[in-house]
């Protein structure tokens, strides 16, 4: 969004990408061909916003407004700052050990998620007894406490189709945009192992039981349905699990299975099942293919 001032000056909003010409003039164009007619030029230090790129060319707007293309090489990009994100941090029944714990690790998420837009996600933190029994805590050697930690994310199917491939099969996901969050969770149960591993009586962390802490990234649309992905590290790369679970139109914890692809560059794509039975009828994987926005 450009924003235009009283004294009609302009800044553009968190997020908007600025360029600022580094030549003595750059001529804006019609269209992105350097033999296409030039509409105005810009002298050095002149600001401009980036609106898109086409090749080496960029689609730009002048502080009065005035768009055409201009070519990359005769400007400066200027990175936007990043912002933290707003972190809401849900959890039950934690020692105040834990707390403080927890407290510095959301710090470290906000810092991993920063972004040039603002964002709002949600950190929950739950805990399991293997035996239903919530003296674990106190000490009792044998009763070993499994943690779920949930990053939940905000979903638009506008925002996917701006981010997912263009050379995708009907029905693949790419989940290539959510990487990144996946990284930082697996890189947070690294961190509360160790923890655990300093204090096993604060956490009842047995030795047998290194795998205790699990971790999930939950995609949240707008309309309340979720989609849950999980993943582990291939050689310290983050690797999506072959499966996905729904909370789609009122349906709870449905589990969807998908083949990992056999070579690296495809790792990030999930196939789902048919939406549509042998008989015509709506398959369980028609929720995942409405979350998504596919049409069948």
């Known amino acids: 969004m450009l924003v235009i001032t009283a004294g009609g000056s302009w800044a553009a909003s968190r997020g908007d990408l ?3 010409v580094r030549v003595a003039k750059a001529n804006i164009r019609t269209a992105p061909d350097k033999y296409s007619r030039r509409l105005f030029s810009l002298p050095r230090k002149s600001k401009v916003r980036v609106l ?8 730009i707007a002048t502080v009065k407004g005035r768009r055409g293309w201009l070519f990359k090489s005769l400007v400066r990009i200027i990175k936007p700052p990043k912002v933290e994100p707003e972190i809401e941090f849900f959890n039950s029944g934690l020692e105040s050990e834990q707390e403080f714990f927890f407290s510095s690790l ?6 991993q998620l920063a972004a040039v837009e603002v964002r709002r996600f949600a950190f929950v933190v739950s805990r399991l007894d293997s035996d239903g029994d919530s003296e674990s805590a106190s000490g009792v050697e044998n009763a070993a406490a ?11 199917r506008a925002l996917y189709d701006q981010e997912k491939g263009e050379d995708l099969e009907v029905g693949t996901i790419d989940l290539l945009p959510y990487q990144g969050y996946l990284k930082v969770m697996l890189e947070s149960r690294d961190l509360m192992i160790v923890e655990m591993k300093k204090n096993p009586q604060l956490w009842s962390f047995s030795k047998t039981a290194p795998e205790s802490v ?9 309309n309340g349905d979720q989609v849950a992905l999980s993943g582990f590290k291939e050689r310290g790369f983050p690797v999506f699990n072959d499966y996905i679970i729904l909370e789609v139109h009122g349906f709870s914890q449905l589990s969807l299975s998908s083949v990992i692809p056999a070579t690296v560059a495809d790792f990030n794509k999930f ?7 042998s008989d015509g009828s ?3 994987a028609a929720l995942a293919h409405d979350f998504f926005g596919f049409s069948y």
Do not use: D, T
């Open 146 to 156: 499994s943690w779920l930690l949930v990053l939940q994310v905000p979903f638009s």
């Open 18 to 20: 600025l360029a600022v």
């Open 271 to 277: 196939v789902l099942p048919p939406p549509q039975l």
């Open 282 to 284: 709506r398959a369980p």
């Open 214 to 222: 699990k971790v999930l990234v939950v995609l949240k649309g707008e």
């Open 106 to 111: 959301i710090n470290r998420l906000r810092s």
């Open 52 to 59: 898109k790129e086409c090749g080496p060319w960029l689609f």
